[in-house]
């Protein structure tokens, strides 16, 4: 898989930065719209470390980026965002957090059970027992069954969506567990809210109020950190707003606004 595709014309302004870890794909919705405005690079993280993932971003962006560009990290493309913006303040004029996950530990503790609170029981044994199978030693290959459970997650984190495709081109267990280990230890530390010090561009975060991710996850640490941060929060919002009926529009006015 290549780790890069490139949507409209030169010069490429935005860069739209997928979740996971190990979801590649799952932004090109959001890149082919905003294409009808500039040019759009869709990173694919392929690294299986946190300093790789941030590496590669990089890469791509002095390569093929009219710098400084506009970052749109979603779910934990956010956090990598986030966390790339702070290394390299001077590649980035604006940071957009569109369904972040949570940059302190105490507001993640219930993401699962929330999360699991809205499957059907027939979904929830199911999703428990795949959970099982990725945290089974004796399990070699996990992909599938990850791709399996973020599937059956995905139903909870949407409020009401439009019909949509999984465009999320491979799912990558290593990936997923390697960078998000990485990324809670830091989380954890405390170092991660730390990182916000160091950015100096605008930020702004969109939120749905339906999202599992709570969105003061988000909101209180953030503007406790950051020099210029804005916040919204759309109504009837899941955790992926371009997939939601009632907030789809909306979103889309507002992402093209900002970038």
């Known amino acids: 898989m290549l780790n890069l595709r490139k949507y409209g014309s030169e010069p490429y302004r935005v860069a739209v930065i997928h979740g996971g ?13 905003l294409s009808s405005l500039m040019g759009i ?42 966390i790339f913006t702070s290394h390299n303040p001077s590649f980035v004029k604006k940071l957009i957090l569109v369904g972040s996950a949570p ?15 809205r499957l059907s ?16 030693p004796a399990v070699a290959v996990k992909n599938t069954p990850l791709a399996r459970l973020g599937r059956l997650l995905s139903k909870a984190d949407t409020y009401d969506p439009l019909p949509y495709d999984d465009e999320v081109l491979e799912c990558r267990y290593d990936v997923f567990q390697s960078v998000w280990k990485q990324a809670e230890q830091l989380r954890s530390s405390g170092k991660l809210l730390a990182l916000g010090k160091k950015i100096e561009c605008p930020v702004f975060a969109i939120h749905g109020d339906y999202d599992p991710h709570p969105p003061e996850g988000v909101k209180e640490p953030l503007s406790r950190v950051l020099k210029d941060f804005r916040f919204i929060l759309l109504e009837k919002c899941g955790h992926s ?14 992402l093209k606004e900002e970038v």
């Open 41 to 82: 690079l869709e990173p694919l993280q392929t690294a299986a470390t946190l300093e790789g993932q941030v590496n590669e971003l990089k890469a791509v962006l002095e390569k093929d980026a009219a710098i400084p560009v506009t970052l749109v990290g979603f779910s934990w493309g956010a956090l990598l965002s986030f």
């Open 241 to 254: 707003p371009w997939l939601e009926r009632h907030a789809r529009e909306r979103f889309y006015n507002i």
């Open 103 to 117: 940059y302190e530990g105490k507001y993640a503790v219930n993401i699962t059970q929330t999360r699991l609170s």
């Open 21 to 33: 870890p190990g979801a590649p794909g799952e932004m090109a919705p959001v890149a082919r719209e």
């Open 121 to 136: 029981e027939t979904e929830r044994e199911q999703a428990l027992s795949l959970m099982q199978t990725l945290n089974d």
